[in-house]
Each structure stands twice: as structure tokens, then as C-alpha cells.
């Protein structure tokens, strides 16, 4: 392995394309040379497995380093530091100044180019002298960095960089840091080792049941029994995994329905002394029958619909859908937003008369954005259909709605909430295999690229989740290929986020923060006040939860 770390010239543009590429990629995310380091602190227990196995080298490493004014940063997966030796005061100060602390964050997108960010970003080794540092702060230290991949899942676990005062690095830097990070990696293997044995003692205990679908994930290793083998797809154990991955993880009963559409119930057991591993128990869900047939529904109850829901949740498919079983005829649709860009405003009573006149559905799609007047018409309109000629109103979520609009959609007879893809993590599997069916009945997704559409907050809904899944497919249809992988998604959809890895308690606070922020329209302060914080604490849990 050949490492540059010839120095940036004096005119502090840089020369090596890798580092060149890493100030463009810095100016992008919005980094800014004159930026003060990082001070907020993220909860980093995640990186126990890693510090675990990195501990004793590192131990012995500051043994070898005594007294060279060197020092010796790791962080984990998500640049976040997680142990620092310093061999020296100077060092030892200057990392003090730089704000080096556990839980600090150094990605490229919060300091720019350092062998902390940078490596995770090339997913190799870099050399950083101190002119090439994004930061003016960083210029006063030259660094190695070398990422520490996992024998065994191949994934990023961590980083760990070599740093000193001086205007370039130590190319013996670079043999120290190799034999280090193979060090770490090597028990990385063993610890992966050990906690596949205890995974597979807890499939082993429970497998036996025949009657009972059994599967038990861990980091790097999936078991099935037979039954179970019937009912997932590779879709299914992606979201298994993220339910797995979850640090707060307690044994507990969560429902969850399948890619095959079937709803099952699932017992989650964590498997002792393994993060990130849990042992399922799970059967198809069987319906109770009733014990008594249901009433048929009075004329009156099929007359008036409100269909409500963020825009991209499928209200209009709903809505037509409604129409199909309440009236016989083509239904008269309205679309106000199209409607209003065309300079015609709808004519409500007209519209209302039509409908009854024809005895065929009315749908109004966008009522929020019909005048007080025709809005009060429609109120009056659901409360007095006639067989045939049902009303159905189609809005945006009723808390945002307006006073009217809000009256109107109460007096709807019927009310159907649609949730958004968001609040919706135990269907998405499902739903993202069945919309893929839909595009290409071909294609299927993998393991990886489930888990990355998992991690994204679809703002859009629906018709995002489909906009993301048809460039997907033409992509994978580039390749001749028929299994979707993360490279076929758009490239913001490729990574997995850290709110994967969330507890559940952090999961719901994330929620929280993006509601409020939602609601304040990305207003900052509003938001913050609205959660009762600072705007500070806001700032700081946003970078915490990743949004």
C-alpha cells in the first residue's frame, strides 16, 4: 500500500485530488474554513463492541508511544469519537483546543477533511498534513487515518488516526496504524465469533417447534427453521435486522405484516450478551370470527366520506376506491388545486346538482383549499345526499385543517385517517415489495436496500417511496440484474441513517422533533418552543437523532 502525504502547496489550494475532492464535498455540506470545532456531545454506547475490542491495543499502542507527543483517535462507524491516547502534554492540549472529547462528532459534513471524516467517506486511508484541514483550527496538526472494516460483515466499524503537531505526518504513521487497526479487526473476528456461537444456542433451544416459525438474527448471521423459511422474504429479515439493531431492544410482542401481505404476530427475545441480535417466535395471525353477523349499513351511512391524510398517502387512490363501492356510475372528481391554476374556481352547487342529477359520486380532492362559501355549501351537501350520489371529501391531515374545513370533514358520516409512510416502519417492507411488484413483478429488493429505505423519513409518502422505486428499477434493469441493491436507489437513498440504530425511546423523540418541525413550516425557534427547549437543545438533539 502506497500512501501520499506529500504537503499542500503554500497557496492552501489543495493539489491531491483526494483531498481536493474532500474540501468540495466540506463546501457542499455547508462546512466553512473559519468554523469553530464541534462542542455537542452524542450518546456513543453503540460503539461499545468496537472500544471493547480496541481497548487493549490501544493500551498497548500508548505504551509504545510514550512520550512522542503522538497521539492516537478512534471513532466509530458515524465519525463520533469514541477513545483518544495522548502520548504528550503539547498534544494533549492541543486536543483539548480542537475539542476532541468522546461523543464529539467529526464527520466530513461537520469539519471538513481530517483522517476521521474523510476515510469513511473514500472507505479508505488517507494521509491529511496540517494546510490540507478544511478547518484554519486543524491546520496546526498532521494526521494518518485508516478505516477498521469488520472481518466478518465487511462493514465500516470505525476508524482510528494517528495525529501529531507538524506541518506533515510521520510516514511511519502509516505501518503503526496498519498493524493497530489489523489488531482490532482480529478481535472484532473473535468477539463475532463467540456471539455467533450464543445466537446459534438460542435458535438451537427454541427451532424444535415446529408449529411456530422461528428465526434468530445477529449482526452477521441469520437462522431460519423451515417454517420460517416459508414465510419471510429477504425483504422480511432486513426489517427483522432493524428491529434487532435496536440498542433499547426489551423482550416484547410487536405485529408485523409480511411482503406476502400476511399479519403475524412477533415475539422479539434479545439474545443475552449479543447487541445488536434477537431470537423471533411468530405464527400467522388468525382472525377471531364474529359472533354475530354485522348490521348491514343504512343508506344513510354509505352518503358522506372524509378522506384525510398528508399529501402522497394514496387519498385520491382512497377516494375513487370509496366512490367504486358506495355509487355505480364514473364518479364526478374534482381536483381544486388544478382546478384553481387553471383560473376557473369549482362550482360547488353545479357540481353537487350533477352528481345527484347523474346519481354518481362527487369526489372534492383538496377541500382545504376551497373559499368559506363553497366550503359551507359542501357541509350542507354531505348531510343531505342522495342513494347513489355520495359525497367524498378528500383533505389534508384534520389537525392542520381550518375551522371550516374541520366542521365539514366532521359531518362526513364516514372518516377514514391516513397515516403517513413515516408512522407506518412494520408495513414498509411489505409495501415497498408490493409497489416494486407493481413497477417490475421481476425485481425483488434485497436485505440492504430494505434497510436503507427503512431509514428514510419519506416526506413524500407514497408517491415518493414510488418516484425512488421506478428509478430503482431502471437502474437495476441497466445492470441486467434482478435483485434491487442500495446502488440502484437514488444516491440520498443509499445509506442507512442513524436514526437505524435508535432506541425506541429515541425513535419517538425523533418523531417528535420532525412533527414540530413540520408543523413550524423548518422555523427553528417555533419548533423549539412548541417541544417546550431551548433552541440550543433543539440543535443538539437534531444532530444526535440525525435529522
Keep these: 500500500m502506497s500512501i501520499d502525504t506529500s504537503l499542500t502547496p503554500l497557496d492552501n489550494t489543495p493539489r491531491r485530488s483526494i483531498i481536493e475532492h474532500s474540501w468540495r464535498r466540506s463546501a457542499l455540506s455547508g462546512v466553512h474554513p473559519d468554523d469553530a470545532p464541534p462542542t455537542n456531545l452524542a450518546d456513543i454506547g453503540s460503539a461499545d463492541p468496537l472500544l471493547d475490542a480496541a481497548r487493549p491495543v490501544l493500551d498497548d499502542a500508548a505504551i509504545r508511544l510514550a512520550d512522542t507527543d503522538m497521539s492516537l483517535l478512534l471513532v466509530d462507524n458515524d465519525c463520533r469519537l469514541v477513545s483518544r491516547v495522548a502520548c504528550g502534554a503539547a498534544v494533549e492540549r492541543t486536543l483539548d483546543h480542537l475539542g476532541a472529547a468522546p461523543g464529539v462528532a467529526f464527520g466530513e459534513d461537520i469539519v471538513g477533511t481530517t483522517a476521521l471524516g474523510t476515510p469513511a467517506e473514500i472507505r479508505g486511508s488517507v494521509a491529511v498534513n496540517g494546510a490540507e484541514h478544511y478547518l484554519e483550527q486543524f491546520k496546526s496538526v498532521s494526521c494518518f487515518g485508516q478505516p477498521i472494516i469488520h472481518p466478518a460483515t465487511r462493514r465500516l466499524a470505525g476508524i482510528l488516526c494517528m495525529t501529531e503537531i507538524a506541518e506533515r505526518i510521520n510516514p511511519l504513521a502509516v505501518p503503526f496504524v496498519t498493524e493497530i487497526v489489523s489488531d482490532i479487526a482480529d478481535r472484532l473476528l473473535d468477539r463475532s465469533r463467540a456471539h455467533q456461537r450464543r445466537v446459534l444456542d438460542a435458535f438451537q433451544r427454541a427451532a424444535p417447534r415446529r408449529d411456530i416459525a422461528v428465526a434468530a438474527i445477529g449482526d452477521d448471521l441469520q437462522l431460519t427453521n ?18 434487532a439493531a435496536d440498542p433499547g431492544l426489551r423482550e416484547t410482542v410487536v405485529p408485523l405484516t409480511l411482503v406476502s401481505g400476511v399479519d403475524v404476530e412477533l415475539a422479539v427475545e434479545p439474545v443475552p450478551g449479543v447487541r445488536g441480535a434477537a431470537l423471533f417466535r411468530f405464527r400467522p395471525a388468525i382472525e377471531q370470527p364474529a359472533s354475530a353477523p354485522a348490521a348491514a ?10 378522506i384525510t391524510g398528508e399529501p402522497g398517502t394514496g387519498r385520491s387512490t382512497h377516494a375513487r376506491s370509496a366512490a367504486a363501492d358506495r355509487g355505480d356510475g364514473e364518479p364526478v372528481v374534482v381536483d381544486v388545486a388544478d382546478e384553481l391554476i387553471a383560473g ?4 360547488i352547487p353545479g357540481l353537487v346538482a350533477r352528481a345527484r342529477r347523474d346519481r354518481v359520486p362527487l369526489i372534492i380532492d383538496g377541500a382545504e383549499l376551497l373559499d368559506d362559501r363553497s366550503v359551507a355549501l359542501l357541509g350542507r351537501a354531505v348531510t343531505q345526499t342522495v342513494d347513489g350520489a355520495p359525497v367524498i371529501i378528500v383533505a389534508g391531515p384534520r ?17 377514514i385517517d391516513l397515516p403517513p409512510l413515516r408512522h407506518r ?3 414498509l417492507a411489505a409495501i415497498a415489495s408490493t409497489a416494486l411488484r407493481a413497477i417490475d413483478p421481476t425485481l425483488t429488493l434485497s436485505g440492504e436496500a430494505t434497510d436503507a429505505l427503512l431509514c428514510q423519513d419519506w416526506p413524500g409518502n407514497l408517491s415518493e417511496l414510488d418516484s425512488v422505486l421506478h428509478q430503482a428499477v431502471s437502474s437495476c434493469s441497466a445492470r441486467a440484474a434482478r435483485v434491487v441493491e442500495p446502488r440502484d436507489l437514488p444516491a440520498d437513498y443509499r445509506t442507512t441513517s442513524r436514526a437505524a440504530h435508535l432506541s425506541g425511546r429515541e425513535q419517538a423523540e425523533r418523531t417528535a422533533i420532525v412533527d414540530a418541525l413540520e408543523s413550524a413550516d423548518g422555523n427553528k425557534v417555533h419548533a423549539a418552543r412548541a417541544l417546550g427547549i431551548s433552541r440550543t437543545t433543539l440543535y443538539a438533539r437534531m444532530r444526535a437523532l440525525g435529522i
Excluded at 226 to 243: K, W
Excluded at 297 to 306: F, G, L, Q
Excluded at 344 to 347: A, G, K, L, W
Aim: net charge neutral.
Design 297 to 306: 349499513p343504512t343508506p344513510a351511512a354509505a352518503r358522506s366520506v372524509a
Design 226 to 243: 423451515s417454517f420460517a423459511a416459508q414465510l419471510l422474504s429477504p425483504t422480511d429479515v432486513g426489517a427483522l435486522r432493524m428491529v
Design 425 to 427: 416502519t412494520s408495513e
Design 399 to 415: 389537525d392542520q385543517s381550518g375551522a371550516g374545513v374541520a366542521a365539514l370533514l366532521a359531518r362526513c358520516t364516514t372518516r
Design 344 to 347: 376557473t374556481p369549482p362550482d
